[in-house]
Nanobody
């Protein structure tokens, strides 16, 4: 059974930090690129960060560049999102995504999400 389980969300003050984790199971984790998305209340889902299969290449949305860091530990089947200098506009449900491209197109797996709230 494919599972992506996010954790680490919560309430934090502006300028604070959180570290999100996403533990994968049921599929070959090290064959998938991993991504974090977020969706604020009443907003469309927004891509935040991505990391390649080997932990060498990372990519970030301009809105989070320099504040968020994505990483992965293939031995633990886990991807992380270190979030620093958080702002109220970072408030959202953060979702983990695994994607692999094959001959017939992409295969995607999604987690349920973890809530991050940045507020005084």
């Amino acid at each position: 059974q494919v599972q992506l389980v996010e954790s680490g969300g919560g309430l934090v003050q502006p300028g604070g930090s959180l570290r999100l984790s996403c533990e994968a199971s049921g599929f070959p984790f090290n064959s998938y690129g991993m991504r974090w998305f977020r969706q604020g209340s009443g907003k469309e889902r927004e891509w935040v960060a991505a990391i390649s299969t080997e932990p060498g290449s990372t990519y970030y949305a301009d809105s989070v560049k320099g504040r968020l860091t994505i990483s992965r530990d293939n031995a633990k089947n886990t991807v992380y999102l270190q979030m620093n200098d958080l702002k109220p506009e970072d408030t959202a449900v953060y979702l983990c995504n695994a994607e692999k491209w094959g001959r017939t197109g992409p295969t995607n797996h999604w987690g349920q999400g973890t809530q991050v709230t940045v507020s005084e």
